[in-house]
C-alpha cells in the first residue's frame, strides 16, 4: 500500500495559540490518530521543537561539517509530520484534510517514491 507523509506546516511569524486552543487541538489530533490506526492507516506521528533546535551535517572535504541552525530559513517551517498507508492520492488528501481540522495549520501531503512492505 502506498505511503504518504502529511507535512504541518507551521508560519515562523504565527501566534503560538492559547492553552485552551492547544488542548482542543491535542484533543482533535489524539481522535484523529485514533482514526488513522482503527483505519490501519497508521505508520508514525510526531511533532518537531523549532528550526532553532535544529543541527545540519554537510559532506565537506572528506569530512562532515556540523552546524547548528535550520538549513533554510523561510516563513514557514516544518511543525511536524504523520506517516500514513493510504490506497491512493485521494485517500490520502481526505486524511490531509482531517490533519488540517486537527491541527489547524496547512497540510502538505507527498507520496513516497517506493512503497514499503506492510
Known amino acids: ?3 504518504y507523509l502529511l507535512s504541518v506546516i507551521t508560519p515562523t511569524d504565527g501566534q503560538m495559540p492559547s492553552p485552551e486552543e492547544l488542548a482542543e487541538i491535542g484533543r482533535k489530533l489524539e481522535v ?13 506521528a510526531g ?6 533546535t535544529a ?32 490506497d491512493d492520492l485521494d485517500a490520502a ?12 495549520l496547512p497540510i502538505e501531503v507527498r507520496p513516497f517514491m517506493n512503497t514499503a512492505e506492510d
Do not use: N, S
Open 1 to 3: 500500500m502506498p505511503h
Open 32 to 44: 484523529f490518530h485514533d482514526e488513522l490506526q482503527a483505519a490501519g492507516a497508521w505508520v508514525f
Open 47 to 52: 511533532g518537531l521543537h523549532g528550526p532553532e
Open 55 to 86: 543541527t545540519v551535517l554537510r559532506p565537506k572535504d572528506g569530512d562532515v561539517l556540523i552546524t547548528d541552525g535550520p538549513f533554510a530559513e523561510g516563513k514557514e517551517y516544518l511543525g511536524g509530520l504523520c506517516l500514513i498507508k493510504a
Open 93 to 104: 488528501l481526505d486524511w490531509g484534510k482531517r490533519a488540517t481540522w486537527a491541527t489547524t
